[in-house]
């Protein structure tokens, strides 16, 4: 099984919808719970964090952490163009040696 | 100026060769990493160093060694390339556990 587990998509949705992204572990021991953003021959770039379980807001993006259920999601209200993206899912913590574990990323389009 | 760069930006190479991928960054940073990503599979870790006397190997390290020049310098080497090694190369600094700086990518294709 692995540590981090995420549905590749594709994901295609019209502007303005909102956009719901998942991820499952495994590892009871994660701490940090990260979304990152990646555009096409990009490097990844952190999109946002949270520490332990709860929400966290950031404009048009919500982070939500469920530990108990070991899932963690991603929602984008209002979603552009701009949000055309691959989204990878990454966790870490100091029990696992500062290593970063990444899904698989879900790949989004958003049509004008 | 990027803070984390990587050369060369793009690479092919035969069966059989060895090949050196190179990363640098300006942030200062202990901790450096080394990923590839595929289609699919997502970003595997290949090595980590928390600094230049620390090195430790990740989850897909088989056919790849590293070294740790400097605090700054974090180099990728594939002794004997084979072809499914093609990938895309990711190298990230990190100096939290919530955040990694990755580079621009190496697209490296074995033929």
């Known amino acids: 099984q692995k540590e981090v587990e995420q549905d590749p998509g594709p994901l295609s949705v019209p502007e303005g919808a909102i956009v719901s992204l998942n991820c499952t572990y495994s590892?009871?021991?994660?701490?940090?719970f990260m979304w990152y953003r990646q555009y096409s021959r990009k490097g990844p770039e952190l999109l946002m964090y949270t520490y332990s379980s709860g929400n966290k807001e950031d404009g048009r993006f919500t982070a939500q952490v469920d530990k108990s259920s070991k899932y963690i999601s991603l929602f984008i209200r209002d979603s552009q163009p701009s949000d055309s993206a691959t989204y990878l899912c990454a966790m870490s913590g100091l029990v696992t040696g500062n290593q970063f574990y990444f899904g698989t990323g879900t790949s989004l389009t958003v049509i004008p | 100026d990027a803070d984390v760069t990587q050369t060369p930006r793009n690479r092919i190479t035969k069966t059989g060769k060895r090949i050196m991928l190179e990363c640098s960054q300006t942030?200062?940073?202990?901790?450096m990493y080394w990923y590839r990503q595929d289609p699919g599979l997502g970003l595997r870790l290949i090595y980590y160093s928390f600094d230049v006397k620390d090195i430790n190997k990740g989850e897909i390290s088989d056919g790849y060694s590293v070294s740790r020049q400097a605090q700054a310098k974090f180099s990728l080497s594939l002794e004997s390339a084979i072809p499914n090694q093609t990938a895309l190369y990711f190298c990230a600094t990190s100096d939290q556990n919530y955040e990694q700086y990755f580079g621009p990518g190496t697209r490296l294709t074995v033929t």
């Open positions: 590892n009871s021991a994660f701490q940090y």
């Open positions: 942030k200062g940073h202990d901790r």
